[in-house]
């Protein structure tokens, strides 16, 4: 008989720790200064004290197998044994590790984001002749851990069908191959994994198909039915849940009713209840507190579509919209917030709380909001006073006034394009950054001192021209054409904005993971945008003044500020951008005025905020290129305007890059292998496009002849007046001695092919009759 399921539950947690334990563990790890057995030891720790808080919050479903060494799906993998054969090492984590972040003479895996998430994700390789294997020591470990504390848990695995779904075909398949064709060898993989999970004594697992709330084709969907029906057929087993988030499952939801699993997870904050009625006589785990954004749950909302499914099917668990992976740990660590907002926000165990107390409140013989001294509804009061006490000013002066594309002011691309060459006067390939340099352990620790006042403004300035004076000394010796300041006075590319706009506020200990050991604090946008004054100008300024050659102005743009920020909910998304795409068109003016020849506004988040859903896409992508160019419109025809955009499947995107409108674009490339290179579309872009060719997510140093070959199949693509010189992304998570060895590579990669270009002009001029 199939053990009920709980009345409360989360579909994950976080696991980098609530002060970054696992990302300092990894990191020492790697660079030799601890064991394998310290490492294991604090993912061990971390998990305990999750599962123990969890019990003491009140949380009656404890989820395990959500820890992860580096990343969720590569752990996946390696469960089913897709792992490459030159990943291979004498040491299991030797070859996990390989497969993330590279080996010596071996590039990793690509990695690309999760979803519409900011979480980037190992992307598997399955071929025809993948050896599918199963390896179960990590959730039955961790269940087993979990059991020594004295607590049942529930497993969360990938499930199957959105596993093949995100893999790519590995190489030296036959052209027509989708990983997807492998299903029927997978799904017997996680037969057996049920089975053993059964023999375990595990009562309930969970299986993840977040790819069913994307748009999916009928054969898809017809697989996934059948893939479950055939889990569910087997005879020793778990009882399952099926969870599905980031928006509802439309067409999935009648394939997953016609199943024998026993529960289905529905995301309620991007999806409705509608046509749940389909899932009667299974338990439906109701997703209504949000795992997505920061806010308190408005407690009357949750009960009503909690109440409405119950009506609809009979039981049903509370539970959150996805897993807690996305939201920082706990508001009560952020004692130097506004008192007044950090009572509107609710963190992960905030969240876990809200799901408890919704529980409590649907188990009650009359359900109903609570009094105004529980805290989601003293939370939710507060939101609403918040809210109707402090209206939104901005947006009327700003996204109403948006002119067609909001491009005012900038000629056309062939006019521009000639009076930025006699400006800048660039040579054929000209090689360039991203943006950062390195953040030394120096910088790092001055930044934490000058937040806790052990060091005055002063010496932290002193130690920023420094940097500054050290990244453009060293590009001026290797070579760079365009040079950039390297951003020593920001820890993000966003928090630092948000740092200096209003509306905003910053945390100090809301860090999520990022992907492996990378971890970002994503800023509170809370108010409406106003840039009282400039932000970058006067770093910018005094780059520029140490050296002949152009200088990038760097900017993030307002599409990138708002995705990576937890986002008011008062005002339409699209309303919110074009308040940040004003503050950034003032920064670009100004930048220009100081006499900055380059300005470059990093939009990575343009595909990754895309809608799951094809029909919501062309609007989403319509409004998010009038922001840019609103926010570039401002530049002059001799201001060269940079974008980049980055681990993010840009090539889906090509047609709305190009509307862009930016004179030079540079996209990650050599983490995918040139993968963008193949898109037709790309032959015919029309503007100057940098493709990647140095994968700065992993420590190793391309060789002269890697970069070499990664330029010439741009040049087969594209013509070389329209090709720049770039690695994949900015270079802060380097190290310097890294940087001057690839960016060295890189230069002498450009001079080689210049000169060879030199010699083809040269033999064709002289054959010409």
């Known amino acids: 008989m199939t053990t009920a399921f ?27 200064r601890s064991t394998r057995e310290e490492l294991e030891s604090t993912g061990r720790r971390l998990r305990e004290d999750t599962w123990l808080r969890l019990r003491d919050l009140g949380l009656e479903g404890l989820p395990s197998n959500t820890f992860s060494l580096y990343d969720h799906v590569l752990d996946t993998a390696v469960m089913l044994g897709a792992v490459p054969e030159r990943y291979r090492q004498d040491d299991d984590l030797a070859t996990y590790f390989a497969m993330a972040r590279g080996a010596e003479g071996i590039a990793p895996l690509r990695m690309t984001k999760w979803f519409d998430t900011n979480y980037h994700f190992i992307e598997p390789e399955v071929g025809p002749g993948t050896a599918f294997r199963l ?36 190489p030296g398949s036959p052209a027509g191959f989708l990983p997807f064709d492998r299903l029927a060898d997978v799904v017997e993989v996680y037969g057996r994994l049920l089975a053993e999970l059964a023999a375990e004594g595990v009562a309930w697992v969970q299986l993840d198909e977040p790819a069913l709330a994307a748009d999916r084709t009928e054969a898809e969907l017809a697989a996934a039915e059948w893939a479950y029906g055939r889990l569910g057929g087997h005879p020793e087993r778990p009882a399952m849940l099926v969870a599905s988030y980031f928006g509802g499952l439309g067409e999935a939801l009648p394939a997953l009713a016609r199943t024998p699993v026993e529960a289905v997870g529905v995301d309620l904050v991007r999806g409705t209840p509608a046509g749940v009625e389909m899932l009667t006589g299974k338990t439906v785990v109701a997703g209504v507190v949000s795992g997505r954004d920061v806010w308190r749950t408005g407690t009357g909302r949750a009960l009503a579509s909690l109440l409405a499914v119950r009506e609809r099917v009979g039981t049903v668990t509370v539970g959150t919209s996805c897993p807690l992976l996305h939201v920082p740990y706990d508001v009560e660590r952020e004692t130097g917030l506004d008192p007044a907002l950090r009572r509107r926000l609710a963190f992960a165990e905030q969240k876990v709380a809200e799901v408890v107390e919704l529980a409590a409140l649907l188990a009650s013989p009359e359900p109903r909001e609570p009094s105004a001294s529980s805290t989601l509804s003293s939370a939710l009061s507060s939101a609403l006073s918040s809210a109707l006490s402090a209206p939104s000013t901005v947006v009327s002066a700003g996204a109403a006034a948006v002119p067609g594309d909001g491009a005012e002011g900038r000629s056309p691309y062939e006019v521009r394009a000639a009076a930025q060459a006699e400006h800048l006067r660039l040579p054929i390939l000209p090689v360039t950054t991203i943006g950062s340099f390195p953040q030394t352990g ?18 932290y300035e002193s130690l920023v021209r420094a940097e500054i004076e050290r990244a453009i000394a060293l590009q001026e010796r290797l070579g760079l054409d365009v040079l950039v300041h390297g951003e020593p006075e920001r820890g993000d590319m966003v928090q630092y904005f948000a740092e200096h706009l209003d509306g905003f506020a910053v945390t100090r200990h809301g860090w999520v993971q990022s992907y492996g050991s990378r971890c970002t604090r994503p800023p509170i946008l809370h108010g409406d945008v106003r840039r009282p004054e400039p932000v970058t100008v006067r770093w910018a300024r005094y780059a520029q003044s140490l050296t002949d050659r152009p200088v990038k102005g760097m900017l993030t743009g307002p599409v990138t500020i708002v995705a990576w920020s937890f986002v008011r909910d008062d005002l339409p998304l699209r309303d919110v951008v074009f308040q940040v795409a004003d503050a950034v068109r003032d920064e670009v003016r100004d930048l220009e005025a100081a006499g900055v020849p380059v300005i470059q506004v990093d939009e990575p988040a343009l595909r990754e905020l895309m809608p799951l859903r094809r029909r919501d896409r062309d609007a989403y992508l319509e409004w998010a290129v009038a922001a840019y160019r609103r926010a570039t419109s401002g530049a002059g025809d001799r201001t060269q305007i940079h974008t980049h955009l980055c681990y993010s499947d840009a090539g889906q995107i090509l047609a709305a890059i190009d509307a862009l409108d930016a004179d030079v674009t540079t996209v990650e490339s050599a983490r995918s292998g040139g993968r963008i290179l193949g898109d037709p579309a790309v032959g015919e872009f029309a503007r100057g496009l940098g493709p990647g060719v140095y994968d700065i997510h992993s420590p190793r140093v391309p060789g002269t002849g890697e970069v070499e070959e990664l330029l010439r199949a741009a040049l087969r693509v594209l013509p070389a007046a329209r090709v720049w010189v770039n690695p994949d992304c900015g270079l802060k998570t380097r190290t310097y001695d890294q940087v001057e060895a690839a960016l060295t590579n890189l230069v002498h990669a450009a001079r080689v092919l210049r000169a060879d270009l030199s010699r083809e002009a040269a033999v064709t001029a002289a054959t010409r009759p």
């Open 135 to 170: 390896d179960a020591r990590k959730p039955l470990a961790e269940a087993r851990e979990a059991r020594g504390l004295g607590l049942e848990t529930r497993p969360v695995l990938l499930g199957p069908v959105t596993f093949l779904l995100l893999s790519k075909a590995a």
């Open 442 to 459: 120096e910088l790092r620790r001055a930044r934490a001192a000058l937040t806790s006042g052990e060091l005055d403004e002063a010496a």
């Open 6 to 32: 709980p009345a409360s539950t989360v579909l994950g947690y976080p696991r980098i720790g609530p002060r970054r334990e696992l990302k300092r563990a990894l990191e020492s790890y790697w660079e030799g």
